[in-house]
Protein backbone atom coordinates (compact mmCIF):
# COMPACT_ATOMS: atom_id res chain seq x y z
CA UNK A 1 0.00 0.00 0.00
CA UNK A 2 0.97 3.72 -0.53
CA UNK A 3 2.98 5.38 2.61
CA UNK A 4 2.67 8.97 0.82
CA UNK A 5 -0.61 10.79 -0.71
CA UNK A 6 0.07 13.68 -2.20
CA UNK A 7 -2.31 16.61 -2.68
CA UNK A 8 -3.04 17.61 -5.14
CA UNK A 9 -3.33 15.55 -8.17
CA UNK A 10 -2.70 18.09 -10.66
CA UNK A 11 -2.06 21.75 -10.15
CA UNK A 12 -1.86 24.66 -12.87
CA UNK A 13 -0.17 27.71 -12.31
CA UNK A 14 1.22 30.85 -14.26
CA UNK A 15 4.82 31.12 -14.47
CA UNK A 16 6.43 33.57 -11.56
CA UNK A 17 3.94 31.90 -9.28
CA UNK A 18 4.43 30.21 -6.50
CA UNK A 19 3.48 26.16 -6.17
CA UNK A 20 2.55 24.09 -3.13
CA UNK A 21 2.17 20.52 -3.19
CA UNK A 22 1.34 18.44 -0.02
CA UNK A 23 2.34 15.33 1.02
CA UNK A 24 0.82 12.80 3.79
CA UNK A 25 1.89 9.69 5.21
CA UNK A 26 0.59 6.91 8.05
CA UNK A 27 3.60 5.65 9.86
CA UNK A 28 6.58 6.76 11.49
CA UNK A 29 9.93 7.58 9.00
CA UNK A 30 13.65 8.22 9.06
CA UNK A 31 13.43 10.90 6.30
CA UNK A 32 11.17 12.18 3.53
CA UNK A 33 12.26 12.64 -0.09
CA UNK A 34 10.74 14.92 -3.04
CA UNK A 35 11.44 13.84 -6.74
CA UNK A 36 10.54 15.25 -9.90
CA UNK A 37 9.70 13.30 -13.00
CA UNK A 38 10.08 15.39 -16.42
CA UNK A 39 6.83 13.76 -18.81
CA UNK A 40 8.78 10.17 -20.29
CA UNK A 41 11.64 10.05 -18.47
CA UNK A 42 13.08 8.48 -15.03
CA UNK A 43 12.62 10.75 -11.58
CA UNK A 44 15.08 12.86 -10.52
CA UNK A 45 15.74 13.62 -6.77
CA UNK A 46 15.48 16.90 -5.64
CA UNK A 47 15.59 17.01 -1.85
CA UNK A 48 15.55 15.39 1.18
CA UNK A 49 14.05 15.92 5.07
CA UNK A 50 15.19 14.21 8.03
CA UNK A 51 12.25 13.38 10.95
CA UNK A 52 14.48 15.50 13.43
CA UNK A 53 14.37 18.75 10.41
CA UNK A 54 11.26 20.80 10.52
CA UNK A 55 12.29 22.77 7.16
CA UNK A 56 14.77 22.98 4.66
CA UNK A 57 15.64 24.91 1.61
CA UNK A 58 17.38 24.12 -1.65
CA UNK A 59 17.63 26.66 -4.46
CA UNK A 60 13.86 27.81 -5.36
CA UNK A 61 12.48 25.01 -3.29
CA UNK A 62 11.01 24.64 0.51
CA UNK A 63 10.68 21.75 2.47
CA UNK A 64 8.65 21.51 5.27
CA UNK A 65 7.97 18.50 7.56
CA UNK A 66 5.36 17.95 10.39
CA UNK A 67 5.92 14.74 12.02
CA UNK A 68 3.17 15.38 14.55
CA UNK A 69 0.40 15.42 11.66
CA UNK A 70 2.40 13.25 9.08
CA UNK A 71 2.73 15.55 6.57
CA UNK A 72 5.07 17.51 4.53
CA UNK A 73 4.57 20.31 1.88
CA UNK A 74 7.10 21.66 -1.16
CA UNK A 75 7.28 24.94 -2.27
CA UNK A 76 8.43 26.11 -5.54
CA UNK A 77 9.06 30.15 -5.55
CA UNK A 78 8.58 31.77 -8.68
CA UNK A 79 7.57 29.19 -10.81
CA UNK A 80 9.30 28.02 -14.15
CA UNK A 81 7.60 26.65 -17.40
CA UNK A 82 10.71 24.07 -17.08
CA UNK A 83 9.33 23.16 -14.04
CA UNK A 84 6.19 21.28 -14.90
CA UNK A 85 6.26 17.77 -14.39
CA UNK A 86 5.22 15.49 -11.62
CA UNK A 87 6.49 15.69 -8.11
CA UNK A 88 6.29 12.99 -5.65
CA UNK A 89 7.08 12.72 -2.16
CA UNK A 90 8.77 9.28 -0.79
CA UNK A 91 9.28 7.79 2.81
CA UNK A 92 11.86 6.23 4.35
CA UNK A 93 9.51 4.17 7.28
CA UNK A 94 11.54 3.72 10.67
CA UNK A 95 11.26 -0.03 10.69
CA UNK A 96 14.42 -0.59 12.21
CA UNK A 97 16.70 -3.37 10.60
CA UNK A 98 18.20 -3.16 7.43
CA UNK A 99 14.94 -2.23 5.53
CA UNK A 100 15.72 0.77 3.73
CA UNK A 101 13.18 1.21 1.04
CA UNK A 102 11.50 4.11 0.14
CA UNK A 103 7.47 4.02 -0.32
CA UNK A 104 6.29 6.55 -2.93
CA UNK A 105 3.32 8.18 -3.53
CA UNK A 106 1.01 8.44 -6.31
CA UNK A 107 2.39 12.01 -6.93
CA UNK A 108 1.39 15.84 -8.25
CA UNK A 109 0.93 16.52 -11.73
CA UNK A 110 2.73 20.20 -11.98
CA UNK A 111 1.69 22.51 -14.88
CA UNK A 112 3.66 25.92 -15.03
CA UNK A 113 1.72 28.43 -17.86
CA UNK A 114 4.31 30.99 -19.91
CA UNK B 1 29.18 9.13 -16.27
CA UNK B 2 26.38 7.27 -17.69
CA UNK B 3 24.65 6.78 -14.80
CA UNK B 4 21.41 4.71 -14.61
CA UNK B 5 20.83 3.06 -18.08
CA UNK B 6 17.86 0.47 -19.16
CA UNK B 7 17.85 -1.83 -22.14
CA UNK B 8 15.13 -1.72 -23.97
CA UNK B 9 13.54 1.35 -24.19
CA UNK B 10 10.53 0.09 -25.69
CA UNK B 11 8.86 -3.74 -26.12
CA UNK B 12 5.86 -5.44 -27.53
CA UNK B 13 5.06 -8.66 -26.52
CA UNK B 14 2.66 -11.41 -26.69
CA UNK B 15 0.91 -12.97 -24.34
CA UNK B 16 2.99 -15.46 -22.64
CA UNK B 17 5.92 -14.48 -24.23
CA UNK B 18 8.96 -14.30 -21.66
CA UNK B 19 11.77 -11.21 -21.79
CA UNK B 20 14.28 -10.14 -19.50
CA UNK B 21 14.37 -6.07 -18.88
CA UNK B 22 18.24 -5.24 -18.29
CA UNK B 23 19.45 -2.20 -15.69
CA UNK B 24 23.17 -1.31 -15.82
CA UNK B 25 24.54 1.29 -13.28
CA UNK B 26 28.57 2.75 -13.32
CA UNK B 27 28.10 4.28 -9.58
CA UNK B 28 29.58 1.06 -7.92
CA UNK B 29 25.83 1.15 -5.83
CA UNK B 30 25.06 -1.06 -3.67
CA UNK B 31 21.32 -1.06 -3.71
CA UNK B 32 19.29 -1.85 -6.99
CA UNK B 33 15.45 -1.30 -7.40
CA UNK B 34 13.05 -2.53 -10.22
CA UNK B 35 9.84 -0.38 -10.13
CA UNK B 36 7.24 -0.65 -12.18
CA UNK B 37 4.62 2.94 -12.89
CA UNK B 38 0.76 2.68 -13.54
CA UNK B 39 -1.20 5.10 -14.39
CA UNK B 40 -2.99 7.06 -10.58
CA UNK B 41 -0.45 4.16 -9.05
CA UNK B 42 2.32 6.04 -8.61
CA UNK B 43 4.98 4.08 -8.58
CA UNK B 44 5.49 0.52 -6.55
CA UNK B 45 8.13 -1.51 -5.49
CA UNK B 46 8.80 -5.36 -7.72
CA UNK B 47 12.30 -5.93 -6.76
CA UNK B 48 15.42 -5.20 -4.78
CA UNK B 49 18.65 -6.31 -4.23
CA UNK B 50 21.08 -5.03 -1.04
CA UNK B 51 23.99 -6.45 -2.54
CA UNK B 52 25.78 -8.22 -5.22
CA UNK B 53 24.30 -12.20 -5.21
CA UNK B 54 21.50 -10.13 -3.22
CA UNK B 55 18.36 -10.36 -4.12
CA UNK B 56 14.41 -9.61 -2.07
CA UNK B 57 10.84 -9.19 -3.07
CA UNK B 58 8.81 -5.92 -2.80
CA UNK B 59 4.90 -4.63 -2.66
CA UNK B 60 4.33 -6.24 -6.03
CA UNK B 61 6.73 -9.47 -7.12
CA UNK B 62 4.17 -11.95 -8.74
CA UNK B 63 5.00 -13.44 -12.13
CA UNK B 64 8.24 -11.43 -12.01
CA UNK B 65 11.96 -12.83 -11.20
CA UNK B 66 15.35 -11.12 -10.68
CA UNK B 67 18.89 -11.80 -10.62
CA UNK B 68 22.25 -9.72 -9.18
CA UNK B 69 25.13 -11.66 -10.50
CA UNK B 70 27.44 -8.79 -10.77
CA UNK B 71 26.91 -5.77 -8.68
CA UNK B 72 26.66 -3.26 -11.41
CA UNK B 73 23.46 -4.71 -12.97
CA UNK B 74 20.27 -5.89 -12.26
CA UNK B 75 18.31 -8.20 -14.36
CA UNK B 76 14.02 -8.49 -14.35
CA UNK B 77 12.36 -11.27 -16.25
CA UNK B 78 9.11 -12.02 -16.99
CA UNK B 79 8.75 -15.76 -17.51
CA UNK B 80 5.34 -15.45 -19.01
CA UNK B 81 4.15 -12.28 -20.10
CA UNK B 82 0.34 -10.77 -19.38
CA UNK B 83 -1.67 -7.81 -19.65
CA UNK B 84 -1.43 -6.90 -16.65
CA UNK B 85 2.22 -6.39 -16.77
CA UNK B 86 2.26 -3.85 -18.99
CA UNK B 87 3.53 -0.93 -17.60
CA UNK B 88 6.10 1.42 -17.61
CA UNK B 89 9.46 -0.15 -15.74
CA UNK B 90 11.97 1.69 -13.76
CA UNK B 91 15.11 0.78 -12.30
CA UNK B 92 17.06 2.45 -9.58
CA UNK B 93 20.21 2.31 -7.76
CA UNK B 94 21.84 4.16 -4.43
CA UNK B 95 24.02 4.09 -1.56
CA UNK B 96 23.71 4.79 2.00
CA UNK B 97 25.82 7.79 3.30
CA UNK B 98 25.86 8.41 7.33
CA UNK B 99 22.50 6.86 7.33
CA UNK B 100 20.89 8.43 4.07
CA UNK B 101 19.74 6.87 1.11
CA UNK B 102 18.64 8.80 -2.44
CA UNK B 103 18.06 7.19 -5.34
CA UNK B 104 18.98 7.55 -9.15
CA UNK B 105 16.92 6.54 -11.74
CA UNK B 106 17.16 5.37 -15.04
CA UNK B 107 15.19 6.12 -18.11
CA UNK B 108 12.46 3.92 -18.04
CA UNK B 109 11.62 0.71 -20.23
CA UNK B 110 7.98 1.23 -21.84
CA UNK B 111 6.27 -2.95 -22.29
CA UNK B 112 3.26 -3.67 -24.11
CA UNK B 113 1.95 -7.04 -23.40
CA UNK B 114 -1.08 -7.57 -26.16
Known amino acids: SQQGEEDPQALSIQEGENATMNCSYKTSINNLQWYRQNSGRGLVHLILIRSNEREKHSGRLRVTLDTSKKSSSLLITASRAADTASYFCATEANSGGSNYKLTFGKGTLLTVNP | NAGVTQTPKFRVLKTGQSMTLLCAQD?????MYWYRQDPGMGLRLIHY???????AKGEVPDGYNVSRLKKQNFLLGLESAAPSQTSVYFC?????????????FGPGTRLLVL
Open chain 2, 27 to 31: MNHEY
Open chain 2, 49 to 55: SVGEGTT
Open chain 2, 92 to 104: ASSYRSRGLETQY
